[in-house]
């Protein structure tokens, strides 16, 4: 069986640029995220929920002296330094029982 010349180079530059098509880009270094990292965003977490435990607790000083008489946002500023302990309390929670899942996956 004979093959025209032609037909085989034709093939061959096929194929060349079909592999030259399906062949991946080296991997190169990442950029750098946008915005802040997983850590600074939790610092900030935590930071917001210390100031506002401090301002429930001002709050609550400048009821008890006198300075304001408003029970009503004392309470408020309660509520929402109580809820935002509880819900850093639960992600804290959460990150420890995934990180013990991890360690205890058989390897």
Do not use: H, W
């Not at 819900?87 to 990150?95: F, M, Q, S």
């Amino acid at each position: 069986m004979l093959v025209s010349g032609p037909s085989i180079v034709q093939s061959a530059t096929a194929v060349g640029q079909a592999n030259q098509v399906n062949r991946p880009e080296p991997a190169g270094k990442a950029d750098k995220p946008n915005g802040p990292s997983f850590a600074e965003r939790v610092g900030n977490a935590v930071n917001q929920v210390a100031d506002q435990q401090s301002q429930a607790a001002q709050a609550a000083k400048d009821f008890e002296v006198g300075k304001t008489n408003d029970i009503a946002a004392v309470m408020v500023e309660q509520q929402v330094a109580s809820l935002g302990f509880q819900l850093t309390l639960n992600v804290r929670n959460k990150a420890l029982n995934a990180y013990r899942d991890i360690m205890n996956m058989p390897v």
